[in-house]
C-alpha cells in the first residue's frame, strides 16, 4: 500500500461535514486547554456549539430521506 493510499484513507472521513466540525471542534478545545488562555465557559460554549452543529447536520441529513419528488 503506497502512501498516496494511506492519504486517501485518513482523509476521506474529512469529506463529511459532521467529522470536519468534530475535529475543529475537538482542537479548539484541546487549543484552550494546553494553549489559549480561556475560561472554562469559553471552552464549553465551544464543545456546545460544535454538539449544536453536529446535530443540526444529522438532522438535514435525515430530512433529505423523507423528501418526496
Request: hydrophobic share 55%.
Amino acid at each position: 500500500m503506497g502512501f498516496a493510499e494511506w492519504v486517501r484513507r485518513i482523509g476521506r472521513p474529512l469529506a463529511s461535514r459532521k467529522v470536519r466540525v468534530a475535529v475543529a471542534t475537538v482542537v479548539a478545545a484541546y487549543a484552550a486547554e494546553y494553549g489559549l488562555a480561556l475560561s472554562e465557559e469559553v471552552v464549553l460554549t465551544i464543545v456546545s456549539v460544535g454538539v449544536a452543529l453536529i446535530l443540526g447536520i444529522a438532522h438535514e441529513d435525515a430530512g433529505r430521506g423523507n423528501v418526496r419528488d
